[in-house]
DNA sequence: CATGAATGAGTTTTCATTCAT
DNA sequence: TATGAATGAAAACTCATTCAT
């Protein structure tokens, strides 16, 4: 059929077409740079390699990103969003706030666990661009942070967690421990199943070291 | 031995004194350098501003070190090993476990407040040395961990601290917490008094989040 | 033919329109160019933005152009070229040749005053390409100094300009101070007026410097 | 003789020695600078090159110059401090105003015949730094026309020249002159000797075209 | 031991030009 | 004709390391 009643014109649908196809090719460029800046260093890692992997000319990557620099963040970026999104996603389900949290805590260990260039970009970043007032990480955090207080919250009042120490306290203390986590799994690597650290995990967080 | 009765013999003196002499160079330069890689990073600290702010000559500095790659492992080092001694000394008059831990703990956090070039320097170093199988950090940490499982497993022999969770994930957990926490404190900021924060840290080590 | 008999016949009035549109466009293309090529120096003047500047596409200019170069040199020969015109209007309604000249003269210095951008271009050109034998404004210069040439001879001849210096010299001479005059009062600036400084001129060039 | 009763020490003999050392190395590559800026143009001239006809490495250029635009300019002002001395020099044994200035403007005329280098080189500064407010050239002009104005001003007390113009505009008019015979010599080449260019543009300049 | 001049490998970025649509 | 995405060559500058003095 030449022309059909579609809604879209066809110079529209060219243009939507093309910047679907751009948004694609940005997204592997992502993906791969993500890769090398990960596996290499932000610093040995140079735009005509990738370019060379990618398979495309080194001014074309250009065209994409204007820097080397915002081409990292925007791995940087990326890998944040997915990891929101994995947490989110996980919680999602779940109506009881222990149980959110239970899979909230299991999700981010597991996202870290697959994705493991994310941690390396963290520390590129904070060692290559000390000039960044806060790393990206740390500007997710506070966001991350707000939604989960309110399920800390609910649970303080219904007198499900302790009140002796303030919801502010435990947010810090739990992400810090995932934290903490997240970056000795990926360096030292992980001696137990991701379940058995989990269990372990939520065990101390749940109830201490103490019996 | 050529060396005569006198209290201290020329040759031996002159060799001593030499090379205590280095040992001060040495270690002077391994102080500023280690200032210099954590406040602008080890890819733009170049060792001609090094040499410069120490008041030597360039070529000098390879007299001490044989690469500036060795120069920056020797401040990391350096970094640990304060640290260690540090925790070493805050427990080490307390004979109780739970007090050792305390006090450890305590003195952790106190470390890196207090030498916050530390943390950068393990960033910068996993940052800049993937080649490296594990970081420093980790390499000591076993090493650190050894002496700790000793006095949990005391505690739990005691019955002082819960049984149905290993020791070995009470040290890695408590660990990974700590170091979660390092890290926080420095690149986010800390927002409440460091004794506040390790009575926080501590209540949920010792009871969790749980009522 | 297919052409009716429309006063305008469409094939060869559409061939014309279609020449004088791709001349029209020609021309703006120079215009603007000339206009960058001065502000911001050849080589810091890219295609990309010119283009952005004419609203046309990159590609687009090479339809006209087939190189910078080229385009380059097309600034420059309109630029000489406005500026033979311009001499030649101002000479053109007086027969008496010493009024000739010193209209000439005058005009000469007020084209490089309306159009600073042709004096810089003279400079780029010489600096940017100098594998061209010679400058495009030497070029022009031998045909400007026939015609000019008959003028002084005239003079000579009949005793209205002296005879001990060959016509040559002379045409040589008022040649380069005017060239001389033109770069100053761009690079350095005109003090008085342009009345002023064409009078003060002329009145050397007429009777020199000796009372 | 081993350190004979010189007045300089040896330490500050090395010093001055060194320094003279660096003076020297210095100079040589400001002229062959020199040479290929003019030859090739300053955009064209690349550093690497440039150190490899030196015999040294492209570092090492670095040593003595800060960027390749710093190494441009101590070209420009090298040579306009040999044309003013060549001028000064020239001038100098004369004591008659009317014979200094015939001195100079043969000595300008020919300081740029066998320097032909540095009348590139004013090309060059103008077309690529545009920035920079006033080309070195004009930069010595002031000065350079400071020291003629008493020289003129002497000749019209003395009713040796002309008192109906200036003598502001006499120094403009007779410098303007000078300046486009260089250039169009240079670009355009001189089909008469020195001499007699030099000759018939003293004529002039003394009395003017009328008889 | 100490010096610091010399080295030269290594990398990001720009931009004129091409060509498939 | 017009477009603009893709190309890839080219060059300034840095800095760890060496070595003659």
């Known amino acids: ?7 879209s014109p066809p110079a529209d ?4 077409q093309e910047s679907q196809r751009r948004a694609e090719r ?3 460029i992502v993906e791969r740079a993500a890769r090398r800046f990960a596996d290499i260093g932000y610093a040995d890692c140079d735009m005509g390699n990738l370019a060379k992997d990618l398979g495309i000319a080194k001014g074309t990557l250009y065209l994409y990103f204007p ?3 915002e081409l990292f963040y925007a791995c940087v970026d990326a890998g944040m ?3 929101q999104a994995a947490v989110e996603t996980a919680a999602e389900p779940h109506a009881d706030p222990l ?5 909230a805590v299991r999700a981010y260990l597991e996202f870290f666990e ?6 390396e970009l963290f520390i590129q970043e904070r060692a290559s661009f000390k000039h960044r007032k806060q790393p990206t990480f740390f500007n997710y955090r506070e966001q991350i942070r707000g939604r989960w207080r309110a399920v800390y919250l609910q649970l303080q009042q219904q007198g499900r967690i302790r009140s002796d120490v303030p919801v502010e306290r435990m947010l810090e203390i ?4 995932l934290y903490g986590t997240m970056f000795t799994n990926h360096f030292a690597g992980r001696q137990i199943s991701l379940d058995e650290q989990h269990a372990a995990v939520m065990a101390i967080i749940y109830r201490g070291l103490l019996p």
């Open 1 to 7: 059929m030449s022309a059909p009643a579609s809604p």
């Open 13 to 16: 649908a060219g243009a939507a």
């Open 26 to 28: 940005r997204q592997a």
């Open 67 to 69: 820097s080397k620099e």
């Open 81 to 83: 969003q997915q990891m």
């Open 99 to 103: 149980e959110r949290i239970w899979h």
């Open 114 to 119: 697959r994705h493991p260039e994310h941690v």
């Open 174 to 177: 739990v992400g810090n421990l």
